[in-house]
């Protein structure tokens, strides 16, 4: 697409959204670090280096011991499929473009447990536990989303 341009390892945007649409974070002073490092294809987790615990989503306190001693740690990319759902309707933009798709939960190598998307899988193959890796998929210049894919035999 004209005027964009992805990092290696991150996925050009789907097809073009126009209008108001229901699936952009807005980054903050405190989660800008993340949506800057998803844009090179890294996806960042909070560790405490008080108790050592990760977490997501990354904030400025540990959601274990309330330390504010927490800094960015990449993740390995690694995770197992908790949960997930097939969303046949979503009305709202620009979801009734994507349908069917996979909402998930996902539980990374690291620990925390994380809300996304699984891509590349036919939903038939779907099983809980099944190895997952993460990919990058560019929305807009500002947001590149972090999402999942079966890891590679
Ligand atoms: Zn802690």
């Not at 933009?93 to 891509?119: C, I, K, S």
């Amino acid at each position: 697409m004209p005027g964009i341009s992805s990092a290696p390892g991150v996925s050009p945007p789907l097809a073009p959204v126009t209008g108001p649409r229901f699936d952009l974070p807005t980054p903050d002073d405190a989660s800008r670090p993340f949506w800057e490092a998803t844009r090179e294809g890294k996806l960042l987790i909070g560790r405490c280096s008080a108790c050592g615990g990760a977490h997501y989503y990354p904030r400025p306190f540990c959601p274990y011991c309330w330390s504010d001693q927490v800094g960015w740690e990449e993740a390995s990319g690694r995770a197992t499929l908790y949960t997930w759902s097939v969303v046949y309707q979503n009305d709202l933009p620009p979801f009734p473009g994507r349908v069917p798709y996979v909402a998930a939960v996902v539980d990374l190598d690291e620990g925390p447990r994380m809300m996304t998307n699984v891509v590349d899988c036919p939903f038939e193959q779907l099983a809980i536990g099944m190895a997952l890796e993460v990919t990058f998929r560019q929305e807009t210049d500002e947001i590149t989303l972090p999402v999942f894919r079966p890891t590679a035999a």
